[in-house]
């Protein structure tokens, strides 16, 4: 373990294709940290280094054995903060404490069009991993008030990592290059991490929808299943893992069902944000921080159609 590259997300931007996908079929010690107590630990402010450096070394050992490599990735998204930016997680103390176990550590951020990003974050909640029943402007008002927008000015984030690991050792990629040239996009992270490059298959994982109807099928549906739970509750019903077993196979449903929805309904108009009451003035903030995100990183923003003008 002697090299580190940590990736920190965000949320809907191909991570999970890295993660399983990409990153394993590297030479590489790839960890995925998905362990709740050692991902609360590094979003403590009385982080302890130790601990969390003794738990890396023995999951590196268990899954790697004696042949472990000398390039270690750890990888997720939660780093980044909460998917939906409110305060249970606190990114910058996440990269201060990272910056504390690993002061030469490298970093990759995959960042995505903040417009197509709330929609995809939406329609996920409603059609594949959640019980969402808010429609989409209801969504964007109260998850805006929470944080969701401020998350969403990378360029907080970013400066806060070209600070603690300077310019030389963060990488930030825009997702649209993945879906542009795919082998651009995996050169530009092996090239940073000194490995031979050979491209590899792209695949989309954790499809969701972009369809009216789709949603709107939905909704109705989430809002039962929430009642559902609601009432086990109260009824002191209960079940394994206080639920979970019940959510996920509702999950596992909705991902298999999805993808038919979306044949079925490709007649169907799409979202849109301009609807939103509040839309140009969202638009216009992360304007303002594409543009100081910009200057941060000499990133081409515009050829991905970031909101710049």
């Known amino acids: 373990m002697k090299s580190i590259f940590i990736h920190i997300g965000y949320h809907k931007t191909a991570s999970t294709y890295l993660q399983k996908h990409f990153f394993p079929k590297l030479p590489v010690n790839f960890i995925f ?10 979003q403590s402010r009385k982080f302890k280094k130790k601990t969390f450096l003794n738990w890396l070394k023995r999951k590196i050992k268990k899954k790697y054995g004696s042949k ?23 990114p ?18 995959v960042i995505r069009n903040q417009l197509d990003y709330l929609l995809s974050i939406y329609a996920y909640r409603i059609a594949v991993k ?3 029943i808010r429609s989409l402007n209801q969504f964007l008002k109260e998850e805006g008030k929470q944080g969701l927008f401020k998350k969403l000015e990378y360029d907080r984030l970013v400066k806060e990592y070209l600070t603690l ?12 290059m993945l879906k542009n040239s795919p082998q651009q996009f995996q050169q530009k992270i092996t090239d940073f991490i000194d490995l031979p490059f050979f491209p590899l298959k792209t695949k989309i ?11 709107n099928f939905w909704r109705p549906i989430n809002r ?16 394994n893992n206080n639920y979970q077993a019940l959510r996920f196979a509702f999950y596992w449903l909705k991902q298999k069902t999805t993808p038919f929805l979306n044949l079925i309904f490709s007649f169907s108009n799409k979202l849109c944000l301009t609807t939103y009451p ?5 638009k216009k903030r992360f304007k303002t921080s594409n543009q100081k995100l910009e200057k941060l990183t000499n990133l081409d923003l515009k050829k991905y159609s970031y909101p710049l003008d």
């Open 68 to 90: 472990n490599y000398s390039l270690t990735i750890i990888s997720q998204e939660q780093l980044s903060g909460h998917a939906h930016g409110n305060k249970k997680i606190n």
């Open 205 to 215: 994982v954790n499809p969701s929808t972009n369809l009216k109807q789709v949603i």
């Open 278 to 282: 509040q839309y140009q003035k969202m």
């Open 165 to 176: 690991f300077t310019k030389k050792n963060v990488l930030l990629l825009p997702m649209e």
């Open 33 to 42: 940290l998905k362990d709740k107590k050692i991902k609360d630990l590094l």
């Open 92 to 109: 910058k103390i996440v990269a201060q404490n990272l910056k504390t176990a690993f002061p030469r550590a490298k970093i990759l951020i």
């Open 130 to 132: 959640g019980y969402e």
């Open 224 to 239: 039962s299943f929430k009642r559902f739970l609601s009432l086990l509750r109260k009824l002191k019903i209960k079940t």
